[in-house]
């Protein structure tokens, strides 16, 4: 393939499912477009029901496009399905892993279903193992393990067949904070050793940390792309200050700061005021001219999670 | 089909953990209802009116009806709830669909399992059949065969139905209100004679009621070329339906 041309490319891209059982139907993706080249760590951001899920679900080939064009390493995925299956690798929101079969014979069975020789898969399996940090637990039942190793066998696993491009739908929901760094931890080391990553999340700590790029998807649609970076410089100011008062006072309280011009933006949200400024202390010392008292003030960096807010008037995680 | 063969391989290597218990199944169920049903109810059936089964005792007329109906279960327990499990989110068919495995090649693959369990507790069960002495001669070389194809004329569309379910419940509604009935009353433990016609009509187009006078047939040594004709491409039109079905429902779901 032209190392040129993008490994992904999307060009109004739309799911619509079915109406079913009297529900309509939906339309779960909307027109998007998106691209990305060998090597990149590409993130799809946006809270559940945005779309991102139905989105990766195309980009494995395993649900038709309804509208728009979709290329996979330059191929037609309506078509060669199985072709574009056998070089990608997917590790979906749910582990789908058997859980009366070990560990080892997870990933077997699964290295079978690519067609690999036997003895190639058991050369495999001793490495990802061992990436997978699971090399005591390799004849266990997979009923035995915890959520964060059951999460790491499902991306040895997907990683059998060797895949150009590896899918994460939603990689550490549902994990506690140390099984997301060691899960974080092994994908570096995966985008070190050249493999494309496409990430769906949540978290804005996540897209963070993985991702090079990145797709804010709201309803369907992509409304922002950039770099972490990028998108946070051209969305909202470089830092926020985040004031707590009694309950019900919230809204008046940012009627104030507005009236006194204090920061560029001012969002409410049901336990706080956010205030948008390029400095948050010299906020803060207006905010206490105007003898304001809030129980608690604190000034941060704006994050990905202020990007969200400001585009869709929403929080990422309700 | 060698894409098929490796979802095969996965169900026997989940198979290998339970298959113990599922062969004394297929051994001492037929056994005790050889014994139960055909020696100890038969002995009454036979003292009163032997000319209602033709003159053949109450065994060896019970015992190819039975067999029919447990290739059925047989069917019913493979392609029933399991496929509805596997189908959904977390399942085993979720798995293989991520891999160069097209949704026919799951169905494939699932469908050669339940063949092979219908085919092994078959044998299992033709086996204390011949122990009984029930089937006529070398008659056993067609009924074997015949009950297979019973199975699978079951399993298929059955397979085609559940992997459209969301839920497990329907299944065994199914089973309750369906599939029972049916094991009761397609002239598995009777004649079809002694039913009212009317009754009698709608029986014969169960698919059990076609398999059972399909197994009986041969198993009795004297079957009529008509009726396994009939009976036999009945449960061939059956399986081959199915199949059709089953292809449009299992990439449905499994390529929503």
Redesign the interface.
């Known amino acids: 393939m032209d190392d040129n041309r993008p490994l992904v490319e999307a060009r109004g891209l739309a799911k619509t499912?079915p109406a079913r059982n009297g529900t309509p139907p939906f339309r779960a993706v909307d027109g998007i477009d998106f691209e990305f080249g060998r090597g990149e760590a590409f993130g799809f951001l946006g809270p559940n029901g945005a779309g991102k899920s139905s989105t990766m679900?195309m980009l494995?080939a395993?649900?038709?496009v309804t509208d728009g064009t979709l290329r996979v390493l330059g191929m037609d995925p309506a078509s060669q399905?199985?072709?574009i299956?056998?070089r990608i690798g997917?590790v979906?929101q749910?582990?789908?892993?058997?859980r009366?079969?070990t560990v080892r014979?997870n990933i077997y069975?699964?290295g079978?279903?690519?067609?690999l020789p036997k003895a190639v898969i058991r050369e495999r399996l001793e490495r990802l193992l061992q990436f997978a940090q699971l090399e005591d637990k390799a004849d266990a039942q997979v009923e035995m393990l915890s959520g964060g190793m059951r999460r790491r066998l499902t991306i040895a696993r997907?990683l059998i067949?060797e895949p150009e491009i590896l899918l994460l739908d939603e990689p550490t929901t549902g994990l506690d904070p140390q099984a997301r760094h060691v899960l974080w931890d092994r994908l570096y080391r995966l985008k070190a050793d050249g493999v494309t990553l496409i990430i769906t999340t949540h978290y804005m700590d996540e897209a963070e940390q993985l991702c090079d790029r990145l797709a804010v998807m709201d309803g369907g649609r992509i409304v922002a792309e950039g770099s972490p970076r990028e998108l946070i410089e051209s969305h909202v100011t470089r830092e926020v200050l985040e004031l707590r008062f009694a309950p019900d006072g919230h809204a008046a309280v940012a009627e104030r700061l507005r009236d006194a011009g204090i920061g560029e933006r001012i969002d409410v949200l049901p336990d706080r005021v956010l205030v948008y400024a390029a400095d948050g202390e010299a906020a803060l010392a207006s905010a206490h001219g105007l003898s304001l008292e809030p129980i608690t003030a604190l000034v941060r960096r704006s994050s990905l999670e202020d990007v969200f807010l400001k585009l869709t008037g929403r929080s990422l995680i309700d | 089909m060698?894409?098929a063969l490796?979802?095969f391989?996965?169900c026997l290597?989940?198979y290998r953990?339970t298959w113990k218990g599922t062969f004394v199944i297929s051994v001492v169920n037929p056994l005790l209802f050889l014994l139960g049903v055909g020696v100890g109810i038969g002995h009454l059936v036979s003292h009163g009116h032997p000319a209602t089964l033709g003159g053949v005792s109450y065994t060896d007329f019970f015992a190819p009806g039975l067999l029919a109906a447990s290739a059925m279960q047989t069917a019913f327990v493979e392609a029933g709830g399991r496929v509805t499990v596997s189908a959904s989110?977390?399942?085993?068919y979720?798995?293989?669909?991520?891999?160069?495995?097209?949704p026919e090649d799951i169905l494939l693959g699932h469908m050669l399992f339940v063949a092979f369990r219908v085919l092994t507790s078959t044998a299992a069960f033709i086996a204390v059949m011949e122990l009984f002495g029930t089937i006529s001669g070398w008659w056993v070389v067609a009924v074997w065969p015949a009950a297979v194809l019973s199975g699978l004329a079951f399993a298929v569309p059955l397979a085609a139905w559940t992997v459209t379910l969301r839920t497990y419940p329907q299944v065994n509604s199914f089973f309750r209100f369906l599939f029972m009935p049916m094991y009761m009353f397609s002239g598995t433990f009777f004649a079809l004679g002694e039913l009212p016609h009317f009754v009698r009509l709608l029986v014969s187009v169960l698919p059990l009621t076609q398999a059972v006078e399909l197994c009986r047939g041969l198993s009795l040594g004297h079957p009529s070329a008509g009726g396994v004709a009939a009976h036999g491409s009945y449960l061939a039109l059956l399986l081959l339906g199915g199949a059709l079905v089953a292809r449009v429902t299992y990439r449905r779901r499994?390529?929503?």
């Open positions: 499912y679900r494995a395993i649900s038709p399905g199985p072709e299956r056998s997917v979906p749910d582990d789908c892993l058997d009366e079969l014979e069975v699964y079978r279903y690519f067609g997907s067949n | 060698p894409r490796h979802v391989g996965y290597r989940l953990r989110p977390s399942g085993a979720r798995t293989a669909t991520t891999t160069p495995l097209d499994l390529h929503a």
